[in-house]
């Protein structure tokens, strides 16, 4: 199953993201393997002054795609354990804007349910992101075509 | 079920994301359109607009907040959203 997301729904938090919180969701017993994947926020050499990202999202969308993402991780590993938030709104530069959790018994699945959870979030989740500079000014970064 | 609205026609909210919602100047319409329309009518719609000027091209489509072909059929009371290319993860 899949745990309860805070601040804005099961899946999108406009607070800051609860690492420990992600990790006891997906623990159990049983679950020998755990992976976590932490989306940060950077600046690469060509952004210039980068301060944060503001995250923007088609809310009711975003929570209905990431929470059929999540079922299908469930259907291609079905002993796992999964857990994900995505923040919206304005990040800070080295603060989590996406963070994944996944746990299985043996730690090729937690590996594999983890990847693919992340490719699939940047994939299909309707989530846009506008960098914002120290100096003022703003610059929507170039996605990629959603798909479903 | 489904049909059109009293005087014909199918009613569906439009909505308008990051860049395209700027380029537009807004981030929701109205529309009717007429029956028999499909996901693509809504966009091309958008993109009839006065008020359109340059959109940027090759938006996904969404109806009832899933992704969308543009020949999916529209009922009274949709959804639609234009998707510019996504940046989330």
């Given at each position: 199953?899949?745990?309860?997301g805070?601040?804005?729904?099961r899946w999108l938090?406009?607070?800051?993201?609860?690492?420990?919180?992600?990790?006891?969701?997906?623990?159990?017993?049983?679950?020998?393997?755990?992976?976590?994947?932490?989306?940060?926020?950077?600046?690469?050499?060509?952004?210039?002054?980068?301060?944060?990202?503001?995250?923007?999202?088609?809310?009711?969308?975003?929570e209905?795609?990431l929470?059929?993402?999540?079922?299908?991780?469930?259907?291609?590993?079905?002993?796992?354990?999964?857990?994900l938030?995505?923040?919206?709104?304005?990040?800070?530069?080295?603060?989590?804007?996406?963070?994944?959790?996944?746990?299985?018994?043996?730690?090729?699945?937690?590996?594999?349910?983890?990847?693919?959870?992340?490719?699939?979030?940047?994939?299909?989740?309707?989530?846009?992101?506008?960098?914002?500079?120290?100096?003022?000014?703003?610059?929507?970064?170039?996605?990629?075509?959603?798909?479903? | 079920?489904?049909?059109?609205?009293?005087?014909?026609?199918?009613?569906?909210?439009?909505?308008?994301?990051?860049?395209?919602?700027?380029?537009?100047?807004?981030?929701?319409?109205?529309?009717?359109?007429?029956?028999?329309?499909?996901?693509?009518?809504?966009?091309?719609?958008?993109?009839?607009?006065?008020?359109?000027?340059?959109?940027?091209?090759?938006?996904?489509?969404?109806?009832?907040?899933?992704?969308?072909?543009?020949?999916?059929?529209?009922?009274?009371?949709?959804?639609?959203?234009?998707?510019?290319?996504?940046?989330?993860?």
């Open positions: 199953m899949w745990a309860m805070g601040g804005g729904g938090t406009d607070q800051p993201i609860d690492v420990a919180a992600l990790l006891a969701d997906v623990a159990a017993a049983g679950r020998g393997g755990t992976v976590v994947f932490l989306g940060t926020v950077r600046r690469s050499s060509e952004d210039g002054d980068v301060a944060a990202i503001e995250y923007t999202a088609y809310d009711a969308m975003a209905a795609e929470g059929r993402i999540a079922e299908e991780a469930l259907a291609r590993w079905p002993d796992a354990r999964v857990a938030r995505h923040r919206t709104g304005v990040v800070p530069l080295g603060e989590a804007s996406v963070a994944i959790a996944a746990a299985a018994p043996h730690r090729a699945d937690a590996y594999a349910a983890s990847r693919w959870l992340i490719e699939e979030v940047k994939r299909r989740a309707p989530i846009w992101k506008k960098e914002r500079f120290a100096s003022g000014g703003a610059r929507w970064v170039e996605g990629h075509t959603g798909g479903g | 079920m489904s049909g059109g609205g009293a005087a014909g026609g199918i009613r569906v909210s439009i909505l308008l994301f990051a860049t395209f919602a700027e380029a537009a100047g807004r981030d929701r319409l109205e529309a009717v359109l007429p029956d028999g329309a499909v996901a693509g009518d809504a966009l091309a719609f958008v993109r009839s607009q006065p008020w359109a000027g340059r959109l940027p091209p090759s938006p996904a489509l969404a109806v009832n907040l899933r992704y969308a072909k543009p020949g999916l059929a529209l009922r009274d009371g949709d959804e639609v959203a234009v998707i510019p290319p996504v940046a989330g993860g």
